[in-house]
């Protein structure tokens, strides 16, 4: 495993994802990552599964201080009070007495942004969580937050179909973790005849030579997701075998704008007034 130092924390660079992980699928897949070695862990409080996940952890023969553990406030409740209450009902759903990272999920303009980061403060100083962080920020709001608090990732979709290098760049320059979200474009990347080649040439798959991508880049984690047990495995197996130059380069070379998460209330991406 590969690890990010943020803040003076190691952080698991490669996580396991549960949007849209339900039910008893999302308890054995947390239960399963967890025995095969994933110690990073993403859920939220809008995915309805944190119960799930609380009963993986509780099943689990791994110690809590062993795995990082991300959790993230809705966009409808970035109110102080509700930022409270929202992280005590993640932490009794989850079984924990705290979360390593909790997160603003979506900028709003409806909240003030320094209101919501200072109740996360004060979950911080309680000891309920040991970061905050942010996700789906682009570069302006991004910008606003680091000069508020102490980010310690920007959550954002990120794949080899996706270019993101602003908000790489601004990450690295504050040294914030860079968490790639729907590493796989939500199974895109499997359908993409260039990774595929090249993962035949490494004796891989295209998930594989796609987490292999970002997690060969300094400062960025990935989360994967994965509703079976044979795709957590292979996801995990990335650390044996290296991109050559012309691997790169034609990755570099594919389509950079497929962003499979696009709601109706997210921000400009492109808002940049740094
Ligand atoms: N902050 C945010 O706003 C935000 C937004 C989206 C996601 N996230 C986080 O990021 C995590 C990952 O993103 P995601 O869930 O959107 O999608 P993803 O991880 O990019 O892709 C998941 C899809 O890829 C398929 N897949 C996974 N491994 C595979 C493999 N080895 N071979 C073939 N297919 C494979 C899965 O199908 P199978 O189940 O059949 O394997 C699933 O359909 C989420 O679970 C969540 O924790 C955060």
């Not at 102080?80 to 759903?93: D, Y």
């Not at 209101?115 to 969580?129: D, H, N, P, V």
């Not at 989360?223 to 034609?250: H, K, M, W, Y």
């Not at 990755?251 to 492109?270: C, G, H, M, Q, S």
């Amino acid at each position: 495993m590969i690890y990010r130092e943020i803040q003076n924390t190691p952080v698991p660079a490669l996580g396991f994802g549960t949007f849209k992980l339900r039910d008893d699928t999302c308890r054995r897949q947390v239960l399963q990552a967890l025995e095969v070695g994933y110690r990073h862990i993403d859920t939220a409080r809008i995915y309805d599964n944190e119960k799930q996940v609380g009963s993986a952890l509780a099943e689990t023969d791994v110690a809590r201080e062993e795995f990082f553990l991300t959790s993230k406030i809705w966009v409808e409740e970035l109110e102080p009070a509700n930022v409270h209450r929202s992280c005590e009902t993640s932490l009794r759903l989850l079984g924990t007495d705290y979360l390593d990272l909790y997160l603003i999920h979506w900028p709003s303009d409806r909240y003030p942004l320094d209101a919501t980061l200072e109740a996360m403060s004060e979950l911080r100083e309680q000891g309920k969580i040991r970061h905050l962080g942010v996700s789906n920020f682009p570069p302006s709001y991004f910008e606003r937050a680091c000069g508020l608090a102490p980010v310690f990732t920007n959550q954002v979709e990120y794949h080899p179909l996706l270019g993101q290098d602003r908000l790489l760049e601004l990450a690295r320059a504050h040294n914030v973790l860079f968490t790639a979200y729907s590493p796989l474009a939500q199974g895109a990347v499997l359908k993409e005849p260039v990774l595929n080649e090249i993962g035949a040439k490494h004796g891989k798959n295209a998930a594989q030579v796609a987490i292999h991508w970002l997690l060969q880049q300094d400062g960025v984690a990935a989360i994967p997701r994965t509703g079976s047990e044979e795709n957590l495995r292979g996801n995990f197996d990335v650390f044996d075998f290296e991109l050559d130059a012309d691997d790169n380069e034609q990755i570099a070379r594919l389509p950079k704008n497929v962003r499979t998460i696009n709601p109706a209330f997210a921000p400009d991406w492109e808002d940049d007034d740094t």
